[in-house]
């Protein structure tokens, strides 16, 4: 009788795990063992049957969230991806992979919804056993998931974007069980840590609020386009969820149409924030963002962040005047990585109760524990 496998306090998302064990790996001679199929429910409430362990599975985001869980091991069962959500979007990261993992340059690309080019033709060519999507990229593709579904191409919807430490704790935890063996195992601890880190946070926020700690102004911008551009801020998503978690007030609550936009210089000044944080990355083709993540020298880190003091009114704002503009790596967001930045910006709205934690110290364990690429460059700066 196959053993279950035990998840401790999973929560409800990730619990339909209705769980029947993989059959362990057979020792020569010995007779076959037939493989017990494993149904879970998904984030979307949907139940998912996989036969066997996937083999080829075809990767549509969440692609470091997928190597920290499946390894070098996981990495090999790839089939295909979203290139341009890796490769494009995060260019810095892509090619150090590449370099350590070079079939990925390989694997085939069947688009996304994002780029309006999701080939179905190219999904099913690859003969995927697994294909896994955000819930978001899921809803996007319309009537398409269910005519891979129809094909016996299974899908696992996860969703880190939601940034709720319920449906971190569920991805991570189907994601190793879809993959099975040391994956399970590997998504187990990480769930354990994230959880661990995430309450942590939210203790020492609590405290802080019964210190009677002042309820902290914050704005945060997208450092795409450089200060000469107004990047988008975030509302009640990203950058804006975080804030509101960490208790912070957003300046661009209600003051944004939608989950994010430009918000209006004037209403900056206006609102006079006592911290600003500036959402940089490895953009190509951006000559004035702001530089973060690998590769980026704290010297560069600091250089592009530099214009944004110099903008109009600027000097005048409290978060200017106290020195609390500051740089965070975009990528960070909405990923298991994303403790390391709430770290960083719960430190600066509240020194006292956060004295002794080291956000970079933090996100320099993970990479160098959980993924292939070791931590480099600089993803958090105060200018």
């Not at 998840?7 to 057979?26: E, I, M, N, Y």
């Amino acid at each position: 009788m196959p053993a279950m496998i035990s998840r401790r306090r999973l929560p409800l998302l990730a619990a339909g795990l209705v769980l029947a064990t993989r059959a362990p790996a057979l020792a020569q001679g010995a007779a076959p063992v037939t493989l017990t199929p494993v149904t879970l429910t998904d984030v979307m409430g949907r139940r998912v049957t996989l036969a066997a362990p996937p083999r080829r599975v075809a990767l549509g985001f969440y692609f470091e969230e997928y190597t920290a869980i499946g390894g070098a091991e996981g990495l090999s069962r790839l089939v295909g991806l979203s290139r341009n959500l890796w490769a494009g979007w995060r260019p810095a990261i892509w090619s150090r992979y590449v370099k350590v993992h070079p079939h990925l340059e390989t694997l085939a690309d069947f688009g996304a919804s994002d780029d309006n080019n999701f080939s179905l033709e190219k999904l099913v060519a690859l003969k995927p056993d697994l294909l896994i999507l955000s819930e978001g990229h899921y809803k996007a593709l319309g009537d398409i998931p269910g005519r891979i579904e129809a094909l016996g191409i299974p899908i696992l919807a996860l969703d880190y974007n939601a940034q709720t430490l319920e449906r971190h704790l569920a991805s991570t935890r189907l994601l190793g069980a879809a993959l099975g063996g040391e994956a399970a195992a590997r998504a187990e601890t990480l769930a354990t840590w994230y959880e661990a880190g995430y309450q942590d946070i939210l203790r020492r926020v609590q405290a802080a609020r019964a210190a009677g700690a002042p309820k902290p102004k914050v704005y945060v911008e997208l450092g795409q386009g450089g200060a000469g551009v107004i990047g988008n801020t975030y509302n009640g998503t990203m950058w804006g969820r975080i804030i509101e978690t960490l208790g912070g007030e957003n300046i661009a609550a209600g003051r944004i149409p939608g989950a994010w936009g430009p918000l209006n210089p004037e209403m900056v000044l206006a609102a006079k924030p006592d911290f600003i944080f500036i959402a940089g990355s490895s953009w190509v083709n951006r000559p004035n963002c702001v530089r973060t993540g690998h590769g980026a020298s704290l010297e560069e880190t600091r250089a592009s962040l530099a214009p944004y003091a110099a903008r109009e009114g600027w000097a005048a704002l409290p978060a200017l005047r106290k020195g609390e503009l500051h740089a965070v790596e975009h990528g960070l967001c909405r990923t298991l990585m994303d403790i390391a930045p709430m770290q960083y910006i719960a430190q600066r709205l509240y020194p006292a109760q956060f004295a002794g934690v080291d956000p970079v110290a933090t996100l320099r364990d993970y990479q160098n524990k959980w993924l292939p690429v070791p931590y480099t460059g600089t993803w958090m700066a105060r200018l």
